[in-house]
């Protein structure tokens, strides 16, 4: 009877301990993933972000630089939001080769505001009044500065013109989550100034 007794006994199962125990382990092993697989993913998404922000701002770079390589001037056309033209580019690029300036051949480089996400703005290129997205909703601010301030108009022969404007912009992540505010700047001669 006593080895029928003993029996019984090893057949009982867990105690309550045992029972705490193992799900005290289980709970630090399921922190403990969640934890690693929450850190994978914040890790990924800054990269992506950082990664598509910078293809986004080398897409625009090389398009603006492009442009002001091309441009016979720089002009301004004193709007009333920038009237010397610090936040928004227009570009003169004689495109028939006439030394005319007529409208179709004047280029704008704006932002334009992203109803969808504050505090960031599309970078629209315009030319002869139609408008196409160069980036989106990853720039934060953009400034012109000139060599020489740009006029209104075509200059005179012999009269001062501006033969280097140098942007600077500012931007990050596209999901506003991951990489902080970064700065790109160059600078970029105009080839065709008469």
């Known amino acids: 009877m006593l080895k029928r007794l003993q029996t019984m006994r090893d057949d009982a199962g867990m105690s309550l301990v045992e029972t705490l125990v193992a799900i005290v382990l289980i709970g630090i ?42 441009a016979r001037g720089v002009v ?11 936040v928004h580019l227009q570009l003169w690029i004689d495109t028939n ?20 996400d504050p505090g960031h703005y599309n970078m629209i290129r315009t030319v002869n009044g139609v408008s196409a997205t160069e ?12 060599d020489y301030p740009p006029g209104a108009t075509q200059p005179m022969p012999g009269q ?16 506003g989550s991951g990489s902080s505010v970064r700065q790109v700047t160059w600078s970029t001669l105009l080839r065709n100034v008469a």
């Open 135 to 146: 980036a989106r909703t990853i720039v934060r601010n953009v400034a012109f500065t000139y």
């Open 29 to 70: 092993v399921g922190a403990v993933t969640l934890s690693a697989t929450l850190i994978t993913h914040q890790n990924i998404r800054t990269t992506d972000d950082e990664a598509r922000g910078q293809e986004d701002v080398a897409v625009v770079a090389d398009r603006l630089s492009r442009d002001l390589r091309d």
């Open 160 to 175: 001062l013109t501006t033969r280097q404007v140098a942007v600077s912009m500012f931007y990050d992540a596209v999901n």
């Open 76 to 86: 301004c056309d004193g709007a009333a939001s920038d009237p010397t033209c610090k």
């Open 97 to 116: 080769s006439d030394y005319r300036q007529e409208p179709d051949e004047v280029v704008t480089w704006q932002l334009q505001v992203n109803p969808g």
